[in-house]
């Protein structure tokens, strides 16, 4: 949204780069241009830049194509299944697709193919979403660097010698380099938000169980989110919209109703109270993203009152304890029988989490529905939090310390820092291009209640240049 200079080392754009979901949607029912020619665009985009970006795990040419002939032919009787039909998406490998592989980016497994469609691409098919192919995933989306996968790494369409973070890096990725017009991925600690805005491109995740996860691979059951990267908010919510619908529901996170989440009626669709979320001791970055960030932010809205959160860090306590427990459990059977199938560093933070012992688990449930309870105050206040999505940019392919204030951090904890309390907590919240540091994106997040989205989307529509 926010425009910047690429690095002379970044991706040629392709045809969707700078295109939004209403302006595709808009030229296919004038007649200007039809699925099969999107399809083919997005295929060759994905063949001329793909091999340096690597955002697709597998490509369905014939696939996309036959879709793309159905769309054109719906369309050319009248039958319009909504603003996503004939448009080119790519699904994270996390995510099954009937007919294809899913890998989860590991070689534990190579060749395991779907057998039917998860609940959220069933939902893509039925709007006429062209399905083009999977995009690449951090191993088993445990990790936000985007770098680790049996695939190989996936690079940053901005610069190509730095890292598009994750897990949901392929999706991220294939968006920025204009490969498709919007893509899925998940979001467990950032998953979704790191990569988008590393990449220049906004992400969103939604709030908690708004789309369902049946039919994905899970990392933390409770802390899983599926979410979308697209080129604007609104695209976006587009594609929520789509995602999100009513039938089959599931469990919310405990004390959410108590804490005032629920939907407010009667807002209007405006900005709505905003605030600068901060702490009383930040989390270590690069202190010009910040300052870059809500230098956007009050440029476009006027000057924004800091709001001082003291649970932040008992949030990411909980992230971690959390999920280290539930993506251990998962793994166990795994480790024990097949180590050696494993990237190295994946296995080095599976066995680590192991250590989370039963007791702290139940003991961060239980803080987790507290802090739930106490978020609440906050947007007893403000409609909107902003803070940075991620508090530094994008660390070069393979970098695992970062000095960004001359403080030397480890990558993977600068990059959860300022998104992980979001899904402990599992508010909606959005990562949107806020300008650049040294010719790389930074990127503004911006938290809700669910059901103030639009506020969100409203804000965002000002950020645009």
Known sequence: MTSFCPT???????????????????????????????????????????????????????????????????????????????????????????????????????????????????????????????????????????????????????????????????????????????????DTGGSVRIPSALCGVVGFKPAYDAIPAHGVLPLSRTLDHVGVHAPTVRDCLTVHDVLAEREGRGHRLDGAADAGLAPDAGLAPDTGRVGWLTEETPPPGDPRVAATVRRALETAVGTVPDVVWRRARACREVFYAIQGAEASALHAQRMEQAPGLYDEEVLRRLRAASAVSPERYAAALDTRAALVRAVGELFGRHDVLALPTVPITAPPLGAREVAPDGRVIPVRDALLSLTSPWNVLGLPAFSVPAGAVDGLPVALQLVCRPGDEAKVAALAHRLTP
């Open 8 to 186: 002379t080392d970044a991706a040629a754009p392709g045809f969707f780069a700078g295109r939004t979901i209403s302006e595709l949607a808009t030229e296919l029912r004038a007649g200007r241009t039809t699925s099969v020619e999107l399809t083919r665009h997005a295929l060759e985009a994905i063949a001329g830049s793909g091999p340096r970006v690597n955002a697709f795990a597998h490509v369905d040419a014939a696939g996309a194509l036959a879709a793309a002939r159905q769309a054109d032919r719906e369309i050319g009787e009248g039958l319009d299944r909504g603003p996503l039909h004939g448009l080119p998406t790519g699904i994270k490998d996390m995510i099954d697709v009937a007919g294809l592989p899913t890998t989860a980016g590991s070689a534990h497994l190579d060749g395991r193919v779907a057998h039917t469609d998860a609940a959220c691409v069933r939902r893509l098919r039925r709007a006429g979403a062209v399905i083009v192919g999977k995009t690449t995933t951090h191993e088993f989306a445990y990790g936000p660097t985007g770098d680790r996968s049996v695939h190989g790494p996936t690079r940053n369409p901005r610069d190509l010698t730095r890292m598009a973070g994750g897990s949901s890096a392929g999706s991220a990725a294939a968006v920025a380099a204009g490969m498709v017009a919007f893509a899925l991925g998940t």
